[in-house]
């Protein structure tokens, strides 16, 4: 179970605007990124991954190697069709 986090909202600005301490950690200048332990994640699938293999209980995504890379084309889709077509 994840014990503690901070979230902390940015906007989505053109990059130019973006505060310093965030493109420090998002090399690309989007969101989502993970800091944990001085360590930088900045890719949703990335730090899905990372967070279900850190806290399997409840888990993210399936055990089942072939429901898992169906789930990974859902979301595939969903960010380059529906929210983010530009990434
Ligand atoms: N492949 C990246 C895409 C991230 C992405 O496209 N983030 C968008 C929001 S959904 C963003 O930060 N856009 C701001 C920008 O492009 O300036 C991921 O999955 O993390």
Redesign the pocket.
């Known amino acids: 179970m994840l014990s503690s986090y901070e979230s902390v909202f ?1 906007s ?4 130019e605007e ?1 505060p310093d301490w965030f493109l420090s950690r ?1 090399p ?5 990124v993970l800091e944990k332990d001085d360590v930088i994640l ?6 899905n991954e990372y967070l279900d293999e850190v806290y399997p209980e409840p888990h993210l995504s399936s055990r089942d190697p072939l429901e898992k890379a169906k789930e990974k084309l859902t979301m595939t889709l969903i ?1 380059k069709v529906h ?2 077509p ?2």
């Not at 690309?28 to 989502?32: E, F, K, R």
């Not at 900045?42 to 730090?47: A, F, R, T």
């Open positions: 940015v989505l600005k053109p990059r973006k998002a690309l200048g989007m969101v989502p900045w890719d949703s699938n990335i730090i960010q929210v983010c530009s990434a």
